[in-house]
C-alpha cells in the first residue's frame, strides 16, 4: 500500500476519505490507536487522488 495509507493504516481499522475535485487530492480523516495503552487520536492525511484508485478505503 502506497504513504500515506500504509502508516494509516497501522493506526486506524477504517477511514473516510473525500476528493478535492479542483487539484486531483483528497483528504483522509481516521480515528485510531497507536497502541491500546495510548489515548484515541484524530489522524488526517491530504494525499494526491491515484492513491486512492486501485483500493476501497475501508480495512477491518
Not at 495503552?37 to 491530504?46: K, Q, S
Amino acid at each position: 500500500m502506497p504513504e500515506p495509507l500504509n502508516s494509516l493504516s497501522q493506526h486506524a481499522v477504517g477511514m473516510h476519505a473525500w476528493p478535492h475535485r479542483d487539484r486531483g487530492r483528497w483528504l483522509a480523516l481516521a480515528i485510531g490507536q497507536a497502541d491500546k495503552e495510548l489515548p484515541l487520536e484524530l489522524l488526517a492525511v491530504v494525499g494526491q487522488a491515484p492513491a486512492l484508485d486501485p483500493i476501497a478505503v475501508r480495512w477491518s
